[in-house]
Every structure is written in structure tokens, then in C-alpha cells.
């Protein structure tokens, strides 16, 4: 198994929290590095899904996100029913991880790209899909029944968020311009993409050991929780692959997609559509536990797991 | 020189738009807001990334204004949100303004 090497650097922020160093990434700098990332990300798919006629994609679009409804609800019931956490943890949980990680899809991208594994170019569209319906399902499952939610606010919050702005707004100037009309601008968005995911995983390895005391508060059930999941998640990403029939890469980046917790749109969204949620059970299990567990495991598990399903057919 | 309150809240970074919302509406001429760093009950509130920082916002105004905000953003944020809030007297040049 080869190794992805932005993943070291992810390392070496987790040592640099854990030895309490003076390394500190400012938070202006994690901004910048998080809209370069989705931007470019937003670009290379729009690029990407030039290609492809968009009615061909609907069918496929529509199945992935009514699947993937399925993570929350079940996150909901599992964490609620088993765990027996209260219903605002529960349902704020469970939105962090019908959500999607922006990150943990840059990284399995390139971890497939050095594969020399290919992935349907507009997984970027299924990645925009899936980051905000699972939100609303979480309000919707902390709120049944009782308390007013300021449903404006949190529309706002996550469709005109940075997340979706950038994505969506990256895709469509990619369509647009397309490959040729993008080239000016390859140096810095496509050229120097690998660069900034290590400089934001750095950043991220740092955050991530910040949160280390967060998981003591977790509990047993939810560190468990938070790798059970994931893989959970990830098998039906690649049964959903196989049903709209993806290739092998595009059936990883998928589960991928699928197992991913978010930690950018979710928490802020999170806080303010359910502030009773305690925002360490969280963020402590979507980024503590599951958030490394992908990039170290998961990826290359999925990815795996992918090729053998694709060698039975 | 004319006597005021100062009010400074202290809060999570993922409330500034809704605080803005609030204090302009409670009547609030104008407000700074900076980001800040720190710790206490909900735990180091580093800045390291967006859930983790801290703004603080103040705001000049009378005392009646000053209990007013305090009372309301009590009685709102207080309860799940990290807050903290406090009123100094303080000397401004323009009581107009304020």
C-alpha cells in the first residue's frame, strides 16, 4: 500500500499539538488556506464536468443524496437509541456526519490520483450535494416536537456559507471557462493545490490535537461511535457506487464522500440552529476520531474495498 | 468630557452576525467588534480555527441602553453560549454620538 504523503503533514501538526510546541498557524491563515482549497476544488470539478452532459448526471445526483439521508437518520437513531445521548447531541451529531468533509476528499482525490486510479470528475457535483441537506435533517430531528428553530437563519447560514459559496461558485466559473479558459490560472489553483492541502493539514493535525480533551468528555460509546460509523457509512457509499455505477476511483472517492464528517459548514451551522448541542461531543468525534481515522485508514480501506467489489462483478 | 457605560461582551466567533442583528435593533448607534483569544469555563478558546474563537464587541452607550443589551443578551445566550459580558464607566468627548 502506498502512501499518500500530504498525510505526514497532518502528522506533524498531530505531534507538534501533542508536544504542546509554539508552532501556531493563524486563524487568518486557516481562512485563507480553506477558501483557496475550495475554490480550487470547485474549479477542477467544474472543469472536470464540462465534459459530461448535465442531464446524465441528475439521475445519479438524486440517488446519491436520498442514500446518503440514510447516515443521519441512522447516526440519529444509533446515538439516541443505543448511546442514549440527549436528543440536541444526538441530532447535532448526526448532522456533522450526514455532512461531508471538503478535506477528506482533496486527500482520498490525491491518494487515488497517485494510484493512478481515475474518478468521475463531477464527484465534486455529489460533494455540494451532500454537504447541507444532512444540516437541515438534523434540525428537523432535534427540533420534532418541540422549540421554535429561526429556520431563516440557519438557511442562510449554511446555502450563502463559505462552504457552498466557494464550491458552487468555483464549479460554475470551471464550467464556463473550461480547460482552456482556466489554464492562466492553472499555476496557482491546480499547481499549487497539493501544497496548500499540507500546509491546511498541518494546520489540521494542530486543531486536531487541540480537541484531544474534548474526546475525554466523549465517552467510550462515541469514540467507537466515531470509527464504526465512517465504515458503516463508507460500505454504503460503495453499494450506492455500484447501483449508479461508478468506477472503481469514483466508488472510493464516494464512500469517501459517504464516511466523511464535516467540521467547516456543520459546527458554525450547529451552534447556531441547535445551541443546546454541546459542540465538544461533536466536534470531537467528526474531528478527534473519524477526521484522522479516514486519512490514515479509511481512505486506503474504502479504496481497497472498492477494487475487490469491482473484481467480483 | 461626558459620562457613558462601556459595554464589552466577550462571546464565540459563530455568534457575530446574530449579535449585530440584535444589538442594532435593541437601539445600539455603533459597536466595534475584535477578534480575541482565551480561556475559561467552556474550556482554551485558542483561535485556532473558526469554532474555536472568540470575539469581543463593544459598545458605548447610556446606562439605561447598557442594562437593556446586558439583560437581553442574557436572557438569550447566556444559558448555551460561552459569554461573558460586563459595563465600566468611562469619559466620552462627543455625548451625541453615544
Known sequence: MSFEPVILFFVLGLLAGVVRSDLKIPGVLYESLSIFLLLAIGLKGGIELASYPLASIAGPALVVVLAAMLIPLAAFAI??????????????????????????????????????????????????????????????????????????????????????????????????????????????????????????????????????????????????????????????????????????????????????????????????????????????????????????????????????????? | MTPRKLLTIICEADLERSLADDLSALGARGFTITDARGQGAHGARDGLWPSAANIRIEVLCDDHLASAIAESLQARYYEPYAMVIFIADVLVLRPGKF
Do not use: C
Not at chain 1, 106 to 111: H, K, L, T
Not at chain 1, 133 to 148: N, S, T
Not at chain 1, 154 to 159: D, K, Y
Open chain 1, 79 to 313: 446515538l439516541s437509541r443505543a448511546g442514549r445521548l440527549a436528543r440536541p447531541d444526538a441530532a447535532s451529531i448526526a448532522a456533522h456526519y450526514g455532512s461531508v468533509s471538503v478535506v477528506t476528499f482533496a486527500v482520498a482525490a490525491s491518494f487515488l490520483a497517485r494510484q493512478g486510479e481515475a474518478a468521475e470528475g463531477y464527484l465534486v457535483v455529489f460533494l455540494v450535494l451532500l454537504e447541507f441537506p444532512a444540516l437541515v435533517l438534523g434540525v428537523v430531528l432535534a427540533r420534532r416536537g418541540a422549540g421554535e428553530t429561526r429556520w431563516g437563519h440557519l438557511l442562510h447560514e449554511v446555502l450563502a456559507g463559505k462552504s457552498i459559496v466557494l464550491l458552487v461558485g468555483g464549479l460554475l466559473i470551471g464550467w464556463i471557462a473550461g480547460a482552456e479558459g482556466i489554464k492562466p490560472l492553472d499555476r496557482l489553483f491546480l499547481d499549487l493545490f497539493k501544497g496548500v492541502l499540507a500546509f491546511f493539514l498541518l494546520e489540521m493535525g494542530l486543531v486536531v490535537a487541540s480537541r484531544f480533551a474534548d474526546l475525554r468528555r466523549a465517552g467510550p460509546f462515541l469514540l467507537g461511535f466515531a470509527i464504526a460509523m465512517p465504515v458503516a457509512a463508507g460500505l454504503l457509499g460503495l453499494f450506492t457506487a455500484q447501483l449508479i455505477g461508478l468506477s472503481v476511483g469514483g466508488a472510493a472517492l464516494l464512500a469517501t464522500l459517504y464516511a466523511s464528517a464535516s467540521y467547516i459548514a456543520a459546527p458554525a451551522a450547529m451552534r447556531i440552529a441547535i445551541p443546546e448541542a454541546n459542540p465538544a461531543l461533536s466536534i470531537g468525534a467528526a474531528l478527534g476520531i473519524t477526521f484522522p481515522f479516514n486519512l490514515l485508514i479509511g481512505i486506503p480501506l474504502y479504496h481497497g474495498l472498492a477494487v475487490r467489489l469491482a473484481g467480483n462483478v
